[in-house]
């Protein structure tokens, strides 16, 4: 096992037994319900409508109060606990450098879509040092000190996060190419981040399950301004050029070495991250099954959007 996954003695025999006994869980319908009422169009299509208020006028979206005292291992539904532990373990790792997902977004954007590149990665002056934080780096910071934060209440121990460097900006000399490469992996990753916690919802109940709404909220919220913005910015893209990139990038994974680039690596290291191994293969199949779900909620959504809704 990895390194979140070795907890001490101690922690292990607070966390034995401390699911709900006699909880009968439905993980597939708790997911299908889930997904219903935070992706439902309407939702959706609101935040999408926010992205240009944002624009003029950003500001962070409140989390409700969240009664940290009261998280307890017997809030855990349906899964290992000790699993549960290493998954939030391994997302604060994914969500820790934050800064560099930003930056290096905001390069992507810069050249053709300032104002969506100040939303996400603020500003910086001439010597391109920071001078103004952008509102997705502010609302997806609060992710890592949350998911420590339940990762103590949960164990009892400090949590040390494991050093990750994202992929820094590498143009080609073709900024409208890169910016949909770059794109589409960026909302791949909101994507994931929103399977993940919706997931972890179905099994979760109480203070625990709160918590990860807020982070399924914001999840959304950045992945439905996203994806809206990819369609306005490239309004003749297809399911089959979106699909001709993915076959490319694996190409460049093959043959170039270039692991970044491949959507397939970052499945590989999500998997990693978040100790896909071991996994019960309850728990396996109902996350693709939540993939699924998520994906046609999405797809339903977007083919409903029109030139106009998204002027």
Known sequence: MTAHLLLSNHTLSNLEGSTRPGTEVKPLQQIRELAEHYLCVATLNERLEDLSRQFQQPHTRPWQRIEWHNIHPSQIVGIDPVVFIAILAGAADTEDPIRGYTQTSRQYLEPLYPKMARFVGGSVDGNGKLIEI??????????????????????????????????????????????????????????????????????????????????????????????????????????????????????????????????????????????????????????????????????HWSNSLTPQSLT
Not at 145 to 151: D, G, I
Not at 207 to 225: A, C, F
Not at 257 to 276: C, I, V
Request: aromatic share 12%; charged share 15%; net charge positive.
């Open 134 to 299: 952008g509102l997705w780096e502010k609302e997806e910071r609060r992710h890592t000190p949350a998911l420590q934060k339940l990762y103590s209440q949960l164990t009892g121990l400090q949590l040390r996060l494991l050093p990750t460097t994202p992929r820094t900006y590498q143009p080609s000399g073709n900024a409208h190419t890169d910016l949909y490469r770059h794109g589409l992996h960026r909302i791949a990753t909101e994507y994931g981040a929103t399977c993940l916690y919706l997931w972890l919802m179905a099994h979760t109940t109480g203070p625990l399950q709160t918590v990860l709404e807020e982070l399924l909220i914001d999840e959304i919220n950045h992945l439905t301004k996203f994806w809206g913005f990819g369609r306005w910015a490239f309004p003749d893209a297809s399911r089959v050029t979106v699909l001709q990139t993915i076959l490319q990038s694996a190409w460049h994974r093959q043959w170039q070495r270039d692991r970044g680039s491949s959507f397939l690596h970052t499945w590989r290291h999500m998997a990693q991250t978040l100790h896909w191994e071991a996994w019960s293969w309850a728990n396996q199949l109902s996350f693709l099954w939540t993939l699924t779900v998520v994906l046609h909620r999405l797809q």
